[in-house]
């Protein structure tokens, strides 16, 4: 099999996650926050119950606290009546802090994709003031009892990404390539603290009678605080290699195989040529050899920058897609393990023209190519 590129990639698979990605099924709409006056907004948005190509953070459940409201019936003090009173109730809505989907981005082989943890929000929270009234009647004289309202604002966390990073393309055999670090990702936890309302007491109160009015009593009330955990993507790498003379890369848990298009296809077409069939048995023995049998395979179609990019984008795709059909139909690679992606000419191995800006043929061609990569622990 010839080829001149080599690329290197890792098994990592958490990737892009459900609300960021564009192929996600239709999801029950999110609940949003209520508001520290107990409204709520409209929806944002769609809300993930799983994320297909990421981790799922999962929604935390804010529950309605309720207090009943405290009737004072009427009264007759010293030939005067007292009227009756309601103290209201609380109610404070249940709260929602949505599910969310970290973000892995897809990434063609020797890079690692770019990580995105959404920014969040705990909604906030009021507990209404309350009074009892005071009575000055028929010779009684009991002051009023209040205590004022309470409340939190809302608590936010801002998004977290890290991004991309790839190693260099070798130019030749027994160059060094250098290992890549991409750092974790973090989105610290939130928390919002609990609210009380303490108990309120108005005793009782004769007059020089002995007509008296009852002690009124309104139990305290609070709001539960809320934690919400904090997400981490870990720190990942690829290992530095020296260039072999083929077009396969062993590392001590990855593997990689560049082919340049040309071998596998007539310019701007993307049907496999009847010759590349030898090539593409050789590379099929040796993912069976060296992958683990259930470890996902990516295939990654590339261009160089001939023609618009849209046209290209969609020709490395029929590319890869092509690649994964022969690997499955004729390979005898299960079709479940293998993904096709097409980058168009987005991710260059080499610059498609020379420093005077004239045009550079053999750079286009190693930017022509297709990388199969998996994981081999």
Avoid at 96 to 118: D, F, N, S, T, W
Avoid at 321 to 326: E, L, T, Y
Wanted: hydrophobic share 35%; glycine share 10%.
């Amino acid at each position: 099999m010839r080829a001149v590129a080599i690329a290197v990639t890792v098994g990592l698979t958490l990737t892009a996650c459900g609300a960021l990605g564009n192929d996600e099924p239709p999801r029950k709409a999110a609940t949003a926050p209520a508001t520290a006056g107990g409204a709520t907004p409209s929806p944002t948005g769609p809300e993930p119950t799983e994320c297909p190509r990421g981790e799922l953070i999962e929604a935390v459940e804010i529950p309605a606290v309720h207090a009943d409201p405290v009737h004072i019936p009427e009264a007759t003090i010293g030939g005067e009546k007292v009227p009756a009173v309601t103290i209201p109730g609380v109610d404070v809505p249940a709260q929602r802090v949505p599910a969310q989907c970290v973000e892995e981005k897809p990434a063609p082989g020797a890079c690692l994709g770019a990580v995105a943890i959404p920014g969040t929000s705990i909604p906030g929270t009021a507990l209404p003031g309350v009074r009892i009234p005071g009575v000055q009647a028929g010779g009684v004289n009991a002051p009023p009892v209040e205590e004022s309202g309470k409340s939190h604002g809302p608590v936010n966390q801002s998004a977290v990404s890290v991004a991309e990073v790839c190693q260099s393309k070798p130019s030749e055999e027994g160059q060094y390539v250098a290992s890549v670090y991409r750092p974790a990702a973090y989105r610290p936890s939130l928390y919002r603290p609990s609210l009380y309302r303490p108990s309120l007491y108005r005793p009782r109160a004769c007059n020089d009678k002995g007509e008296c009015i009852p002690p009124v009593s309104v139990p305290s009330v609070s709001v539960p605080s809320v934690s919400v955990p904090s997400v981490s993507v870990p720190s990942a790498s690829l290992k530095s290699y020296v260039a072999g003379p083929g077009q396969v890369i062993k590392g001590n848990d990855q593997i990689a195989y560049n082919i340049e298009a040309d071998v596998l296809f007539d310019f701007g077409k993307a049907d496999i040529k009847p010759e590349a069939a030898k090539s593409l048995a050789e590379l099929a023995e040796s993912i069976r050899e060296e992958v683990p049998s259930s470890a996902p395979i990516q295939v990654d179609g590339h261009t160089d920058s001939k023609g618009d990019p849209a046209s290209n984008k969609a020709l490395s795709e029929r590319r890869a897609q092509a690649i994964v059909d022969w690997l499955a139909t004729k390979g005898g690679l299960d079709r479940g393990r293998l993904k096709a992606t097409g980058y168009g000419e987005t991710k260059p191995a080499a610059p498609n023209t020379r420093p005077d800006g004239s045009d550079d043929p053999r750079a286009r061609a190693k930017n022509r190519r297709v990388v199969i990569s998996a994981a081999r622990s």
